[in-house]
């Protein structure tokens, strides 16, 4: 969720952090993708060279539209930049050959239930900050979850 472009996060300003924004741009119009070198292991811009094997050989996939969440906790007290939203969900889910970390939307934060929707389906996209307006990853859930 590392969106620090010089311009409160939110990607669109003159500064912008190179490959990273690409991505986030790509993913808020449908078209999220991961860099994945000849061995099937991927990762996300702004890579040049495979964190696993080096290879500088990275072809950008698309992403799958649905992935799995894989672990979640709720937040209430976050950051300051995201203080006005908490409580949220943050979580990492897999799509295919990469995780992603974002907050997952559409499921209400129950105050006493501290677990998250482990193997939900969700589709991944990006959504504004109410905090400070930056763009973060957001995860809502499919219709084909558990």
Known sequence: MNDDAGDGGTGHGA??????????????????????????????????????????????????????????????????RFADDAPYITAIASFGPVRLT?????????SDDRSAPVGTSVEAGVETRSTDGGRVVTFRPTDDGP
């Open 15 to 80: 500064t912008r952090n190179a490959g990273y924004d690409e991505w986030l741009d790509a993913l808020e119009n449908g078209e999220g993708y991961a860099l994945v070198c000849p061995a099937g292991r991927g990762s996300l811009p702004p890579r040049r060279i495979c964190p696993e094997c080096g290879s500088t050989t990275l072809t950008r996939e698309p992403l799958p539209a649905v992935g799995t969440v894989e672990t979640a906790t709720v937040v209430h007290v976050p950051p300051p």
């Open 102 to 110: 974002g907050v997952l939307g559409g499921i209400p934060v129950d």
